[in-house]
């Protein structure tokens, strides 16, 4: 498969994991096949991120598409009282954050005498990006606002499956030439991200019904449908149609967060 093929199959994917998440009354297993569409999508951005002729020019489109989706969220978020779901999808930031990261540690092997320096101003920038997060979320009476300023200052904490979904995509772009390589940490991620996550849940809330607890809240784990769409990849790039993704992304959220809390 191309990138292409792999991206759209990732927007229909993401398209009826929206519809289940902002319509009312709509089957779980629409929230079940969306897993699969952000490690697609996440994997499609590793590749385009090896593959582009202009990294920095990648990136300044992930972040402005990222600023102008969390202001979107911002807006809609405190202009109706009482929504049926709000919204933090925001996928660029998540996006954005993987690139930044890989960038900075490329960067590190080419000057391994800056190497320290380089990474002491990111996580500089990290604690204070987060701080102020905090700050303005106590603060401001504004749903969504620590995510809104975690996407004009990109912050690992504040960004759509935060930093370990970060992690997830740097170690993609790591393995992303080796299917081994890519098996075992994707594999490893869901694993890891499941026990965790189950062992949290069942000491908050007391889980009895596991069968149930997979099914219905914590599905994450069917994630791991994805990974033969991945090794499926061919290494071409496909018809391209890079603005069509970038502009469905936002679109299609606010038609469905619309629909679902004006029309239902």
Known sequence: MT????????????????????????????????????????????????????????????????????????????????????ISNNI????????????????????????????????????????ICILLGSFAPLYGISSFVGAILPNLIFSEGSFIFVALGVLMYHQKESKRGLITVYVAFIVIYTFITTFAMSQAYGITDYVHFFLHENYQWMMIFSLPLM?????????????FFYIFYPAHIILLYLAGNLLF
């Open 3 to 86: 990138t292409t093929s792999l991206k759209l199959l990732a927007l229909i994917l993401m398209f009826l994991d929206h519809i289940g998440e902002f319509i009312p009354g709509m089957p779980v297993y629409l929230r079940w096949i969306g897993r699969l569409s952000a490690p697609l999508f996440m994997f499609c951005m590793v590749w385009g991120l090896h593959y582009t002729r202009n990294r920095m020019h990648y990136l300044k489109r992930m972040y402005f598409f990222g600023v102008f989706m969390a202001a979107v969220n911002l807006l809609l978020n405190n202009i109706l009282s009482e929504p049926y779901h709000y």
């Open 231 to 243: 090794l499926g990849y061919n290494n071409q790039k496909g018809a391209g149609l890079k603005y």
């Open 92 to 131: 660029f930031v998540t996006l954005l954050l993987v690139g930044i990261i890989v960038t900075i540690s490329e960067k590190a092997k080419e000057r391994p005498d800056k190497r320290i320096f380089m990474w002491t101003c990111f996580f500089a920038f990290e604690f204070f990006s987060t701080i």
